[in-house]
């Protein structure tokens, strides 16, 4: 990824020119099969990423790295966790990461976040099939808050199978 993309994407907002970003897309097509390229180009996206970038650059960089992240894209996206207006965007990105980390970088967030925060993370790790949340999960299931405790119920079950 040149410079140039880097500095494209790091401006991009909403209703801005998607010309980096449809470039991105292009790119991302063209290295499918070429471990190493994919790898520079993860790194290139985490750089932009922790550079303070504006939404809409947060949010399509979280949809590439569903598509390509690995576990190195864990801790900068956990990072994210904490910011509300990020949170749905990076579930998105660590749902779709395949790797043990991922998976315990959401149960480690669990404890700590509250109401559609943690519904999120429940829906999350349901949708993961991961059954290493399963006891962390169990102590939530007759919580006072209902919809936590059917996202709950619904996980686990979708552990289950």
């Known amino acids: 990824m040149t410079n140039e993309l880097k ?70 996206l956990a990072k994210l966790l904490q910011d509300e207006d990020l949170f749905d965007r990076t579930l998105y990105a660590l749902q779709a990461i395949p790797e043990e980390a991922a998976g315990e970088a959401l149960r480690t967030a669990l404890p700590a976040a509250e109401g559609h925060l943690r519904v999120g993370i429940v829906n999350c790790l349901g949708e993961r099939h991961d059954k290493k949340a399963v006891p962390a999960l169990a102590t939530l299931r007759d919580d006072s808050d209902a919809t936590l405790s059917r996202a709950v119920e619904s996980a686990l079950r979708k552990i289950a199978h």
């Open 7 to 76: 500095a494209q994407l790091s401006a991009y907002d909403w209703g801005g020119d998607r010309g980096a970003l449809y470039e991105l897309d292009e790119l991302i097509k063209a290295t499918q099969g070429d471990a190493e390229k994919l790898a520079e180009i993860e790194q290139a996206l985490l750089e932009v990423l922790a550079s303070g970038v504006k939404t809409a650059a947060v949010d399509y960089i979280c949809r590439q790295l569903a598509l390509i992240g690995t576990r190195r894209a864990v801790p900068a």
